[in-house]
T-cell receptor
Framework: TQLLEQSPQFLSIQEGENLTVYCNSS?????LQWYRQEPGEGPVLLVT?????EVKKLKRLTFQFGDARKDSSLHITAAQPGDTGLYLC???????????FGSGTKLNVKP | GAVVSQHPSRVICKSGTSVKIECRSL??????MFWYRQFPKKSLMLMAT?????????EQGVEKDKFLINHASLTLSTLTVTSAHPEDSSFYIC??????????????FGEGSRLTVL
């Protein structure tokens, strides 16, 4: 079983649409990260959120860390075909130096 | 900076043979490296945490005698899949953290190694 559950698992949308991906857990994390992975490659870090309630923006991407540091969301505005990929959230546990990945969300943005 | 290199990127082997995958941090020292396994279109499953100079810590359900991990230096960790079988076929990815103190360190990933066992 996954420590972090992501929803939806798959998302296929048209270019220009908005979308939100959720990352939920019953565990508390010291920080949470979002990665994007292309097929056959390793994940690449998008953002790290540390403080409960924190919101970070990266161009068209908005990341939020839940107040209780158990969940996070990724919102993409006006999605582009270049946003296509596998989005992974990863939670870091206090004092254990371990990164646990979410179940992943496969996004396909059609032109 | 912060480059992690994995080798080989692809390997095909016969059932029963052993395969070694290397993970190197090229421009930083990695006290801790992580090994993940990823099935097609699925997320990364943590296999083990590798600490330099000590035994790896394996996640529940991962056979340590099957997946031998060695972290002999601050820049190199190896994963050896012993007596590989077709069910071991997968995408294996390593990662390293430069600074995981307080849980805010970024993970840097290798390119991944695609193992196919015939």
């Amino acid at each position: 079983t996954q420590l972090l559950e992501q929803s939806p698992q798959f998302l296929s949308i048209q270019e220009g649409e908005n979308l939100t991906v959720y990352c939920n857990s019953s565990s508390v994390f010291s920080s949470l990260q979002w990665y994007r992975q292309e097929p056959g490659e390793g994940p690449v870090l998008l953002v790290t959120v540390v403080t409960g309630g924190e919101v970070k923006k990266l161009k068209r991407l908005t990341f939020q860390f839940g107040d209780a540091r158990k969940d996070s969301s990724l919102h993409i505005t006006a999605a582009q075909p270049g946003d296509t990929g596998l989005y992974l959230c990863a939670g870091v546990k206090y004092n254990f130096n371990k990164f646990y990945f979410g179940s992943g969300t496969k996004l396909n943005v059609k032109p | 900076g912060a480059v992690v290199s994995q080798h080989p990127s692809r390997v095909i082997c016969k059932s029963g043979t052993s395969v070694k995958i290397e993970c190197r941090s090229l421009d930083f020292q990695a006290t801790t490296m992580f090994w993940y396994r990823q099935f097609p279109k699925k997320s990364l499953m943590l296999m083990a945490t590798s600490n330099e100079g000590s035994k790896a810590t394996y996640e529940q359900g991962v056979e340590k005698d099957k997946f031998l991990i060695n972290h002999a230096s601050l820049t190199l960790s190896t994963l050896t899949v012993t007596s590989a079988h077709p069910e071991d076929s997968s995408f294996y990815i390593c990662s390293a953290s430069r600074s995981a103190d307080y849980g805010t360190g970024e993970l840097f990933f290798g390119e991944g190694s695609r193992l196919t066992v015939l």
